[in-house]
T-cell receptor
Framework: KAGVTQTPRYLIKTRGQQVTLSCSPI?????VSWYQQTPGQGLQFLFE???????NKGNFPGRFSGRQFSNSRSEMNVSTLELGDSALYLC?????????????????FGPGTRLTVL | SQQGEEDPQALSIQEGENATMNCSYK?????LQWYRQNSGRGLVHLIL?????REKHSGRLRVTLDTSKKSSSLLITASRAADTASYFC??????FGTGTSLTVIP
């Protein structure tokens, strides 16, 4: 199976702009999670989408939003960019269903989108 | 905070030696996972251990979990230069620690 893909790989924006990042999960995976990675804060959880619904959410301001489409592809949007939003944004997909029960399983990460805010 | 905390922050060993890193956490967990990240292969899942398990093995990796002490350890035996990477624990799927940077010297 093809792995998790993220586009674009690199992005440069200026303060105040907005940005949309895209993530295509592994075929058959219905859960997509987003993370922000910075040298100072490490890997921070943004949110998880499962079957087009936000199931879990981290502690980020409302400027960070996401959505998931019926084919499980997901987008993340950051509005009114700040310098501190410069980071590597990672998405991960997983297959959380064991029969009819939702349970946490291993995540497969994409290569990330490197966002630089000037 | 639901995030784990790895210890040590950095570890440097000779090839062939064993490497042990620890993860402590504060909340109750459903599972704990270990991941490796290096520049070449990105973030890769290593092992998942559920709260009702005490030990798991995968190749040269051994993970233990002590829920009474809220801690987990990752042991890499017979280390190789290719094991050089940062290692993270993640509690309840989403909450990653700050990582242990492992350097294996050939």
């Amino acid at each position: 199976k093809a792995g998790v893909t993220q586009t674009p790989r690199y992005l440069i924006k200026t303060r105040g702009q907005q940005v949309t990042l895209s993530c295509s999960p592994i075929s058959g995976h219905r859960s997509v999670s987003w993370y922000q990675q910075t040298p100072g804060q490490g890997l921070q959880f943004l949110f998880e989408y499962f079957s087009e619904t936000q199931r879990n959410k981290g502690n980020f301001p409302g400027r960070f939003s996401g959505r998931q489409f019926s084919n499980s592809r997901s987008e993340m949007n950051v509005s009114t960019l700040e310098l501190g939003d410069s980071a590597l944004y990672l998405c991960a997909s997983s297959d959380p269903l064991a029969g009819a029960t939702y349970q946490y399983n291993e995540q497969f990460f994409g290569p990330g989108t490197r966002l630089t805010v000037l | 905070s639901q995030q784990g905390e790895e210890d040590p922050q950095a570890l440097s060993i000779q090839e062939g030696e064993n490497a042990t890193m620890n993860c402590s956490y504060k909340t109750s967990i459903n599972n704990l996972q270990w991941y490796r990240q290096n520049s070449g292969r990105g973030l890769v899942h290593l092992i998942l251990i559920r709260s009702n398990e005490r030990e798991k093995h995968s190749g040269r990796l051994r993970v233990t979990l002590d829920t009474s002490k809220k801690s987990s350890s990752l042991l890499i035996t017979a280390s190789r230069a290719a094991d050089t990477a940062s290692y993270f624990c993640a509690t309840n799927q989403f909450y990653f620690g700050t990582g242990t940077s492992l350097t294996v010297i050939p």
